[in-house]
């Protein structure tokens, strides 16, 4: 359960931080937008509307289109990954590696392996005439 806790406090971090830069940016573009139009308006020039950018408004805009669809799906689909690793699914909803076992026959891997550590090591400290 720490691991999981652990992911999502990263993630809820990473969308803070990058809430804050949005934000910071668009305070920028913002204070750009107002500094260039007073300018424009002190020295006479005719002030032009700012055209939005990203998507055209009007009759012929039809949406993202089929390419925009591909993306939220493909989205959908990382997130779920991104939570099935984070929970520690496998591909076919065991527990990792190794099938039923998985991650948390970890410790009694460990400890035979040390256990055949310490037996070689025994073992490799005999006298070279015995």
Excluded: C, K
Excluded at 40 to 51: K, L
């Amino acid at each position: 359960m720490g691991t999981f806790v652990r992911v999502l406090t990263t993630l809820l971090v990473v969308a803070i931080v990058i809430g804050i830069g949005a934000a910071v940016y668009n305070a920028g573009v913002t204070a750009g937008l107002a500094e260039q139009l007073q300018q424009a308006a002190a020295s006479g020039e005719a002030v032009v509307a700012p055209y939005p950018y990203g998507y055209a408004p009007g009759p012929y805009w039809h949406g993202p289109g089929f390419f925009g669809i591909i993306f939220w799906i493909f989205g959908i689909f990382l997130l779920i990954g991104l939570v099935r690793a984070a929970v520690g699914w496998g591909r076919w909803g065991g527990r990792g590696h190794g099938g039923a076992g998985g991650w948390g026959d970890r410790q009694s891997r460990m400890a035979e392996m040390h256990r055949e550590l310490h037996r070689r090591e025994t073992t490799d400290e005999r006298p070279a005439g015995a």
